[in-house]
């Protein structure tokens, strides 16, 4: 069967599947959940527009240019609690809404599966607030992004780095009206993995599931937590103790792709990259409130007039990108992988999954527990 490149490095952007003039791509899910294209050779007609659309085949090599980074968060209270790190997304996003343009991101659908969309009003925004931490289904979303372009409407594009190039090689030109905004990103978790997660909380908690947030500030920024409500319940727990956030920050149901990650770089192909500013309380503690802070780096001159226009609603301090990614070093470098990856798969649909997580990502010992204690302890002493 002839592939549009080796599934070890697919990252399942979609691309390929939104440039085949003859729809004779399908993706197909795998055993861990993750979609991969499948050419239906009745319908193919060897045109070669997939591989040319592929961001892996076309991976641009990367070349340093002025780019310029900030620590930031937005004047709007509400707005930043809502979000999950500084609240600047919903700015950068409003902007191009107010051009009468469409923007495009992640948000749950009504089983909680996480998909592209896109919304042309500020009510509809809020979906699109906040982390989710599975692979979104990207589907035709390329190619509504370029009917927008081609009726002259501004778009704003937000998604994952592969997702970013995976858009720029299937449009395969430039356009003035069209932004980007990528992320700063871990990897992207198995969907099988999320949906067993949540049919574990539905037995433990209830059956419908009425809202989630990956990412509640309830606790501060840097202790967020899991929060589910359910019809009459609610689940809440530290990113540190629930077993899905266990699973995805643990390594262990992560993309094959992302363990080799060809789009994790300095120099990006967005407009703009926002992420989490770990670290900001070495180096900027006067944005160190616990509230929320994003990492906004500049890459192109649509990304810095797109961050002009919102610097009246921000407080902002320019940072050196350098200093910072030794406190984010997913901008630059992909995750290691976990040896247990392959059994974790072999038992998904085996196990309940606390007992799976609790198989393959054991507790730490008492005595690093221990040695972390003291070591924190050390350091408070240090600094008085």
């Not at 599966?113 to 509809?124: A, G, K, L, P, Q």
Request: overall charge positive; aromatic content about 12%.
């Amino acid at each position: 069967m002839e592939t549009i490149c080796d599934k070890e490095k697919c990252c399942g952007c979609h691309a390929c599947f939104n440039a085949c003039p003859k729809n004779a791509i399908t993706m197909k899910v795998d055993n861990k959940g993750f979609r991969y294209p499948t050419i239906d050779q009745k319908k193919c007609i060897n045109c070669g527009i997939c591989k040319k659309a592929c961001p892996i085949i076309c991976n641009k090599e990367e070349k340093s240019k002025e780019i310029a980074a900030y620590a930031c968060y937005n004047k709007n209270s509400s707005e930043r609690f809502n979000s999950s790190s500084g609240g600047i997304f919903i700015l950068l996003a409003k902007e191009i809404i107010a051009k009468d343009g469409v923007v495009f991101g992640a948000t749950f659908d009504k089983d909680f599966n996480v998909n592209h969309s896109y919304i042309d009003t500020e009510r509809e925004l809020e979906k699109f607030m906040g982390s989710k931490y599975t692979q979104s289904l990207i589907g035709d979303s390329y190619r509504k992004v370029k009917e927008f372009l081609d009726l002259g409407r501004y778009v704003l594009f937000t998604g994952t780095p592969c997702q970013i190039e995976g858009l720029k090689a299937y449009l395969k030109k430039d356009y003035d009206r069209l932004y980007t905004q990528d992320i700063i990103c871990h990897g992207v978790p198995s969907p099988k993995a999320w949906n067993n997660y949540l049919e574990y909380q539905k037995k433990k908690y209830g059956k419908t599931i009425k809202s989630i947030s990956f990412r509640n500030k309830d606790n501060g920024w840097s202790k967020f937590q899991m929060n589910i409500s359910f019809d009459t319940k609610s689940y809440s727990k530290n990113h540190a103790n629930d077993i899905y956030m266990k699973a995805f920050l643990g390594n262990i149901c992560l993309r094959d792709s992302c363990y080799n990650c060809l789009f994790k770089k300095k120099y990006r192909e967005s407009d703009i990259t926002l992420g989490d500013y770990w670290g900001i309380g070495n180096i900027h503690p006067e944005f160190n409130d616990d509230k929320g802070t994003s990492i906004v780096v500049i890459n192109s001159k649509k990304g810095k007039e797109l961050f002009d226009n919102i610097k009246n609603k921000i407080e902002y301090i320019e940072t050196n990108l350098d200093e910072a990614i030794k406190y984010n070093s997913a901008m630059i470098k992909p995750v290691n992988h976990n040896k247990n990856e392959e059994a974790f798969i072999n038992d998904i649909d085996k196990l309940e999954f606390d007992l799976l997580i609790n198989k393959y990502i054991p507790k730490p010992s008492i005595v690093k527990r221990l040695y972390s204690k003291t070591k924190k302890s050390i350091k408070k002493i240090l600094k008085k």
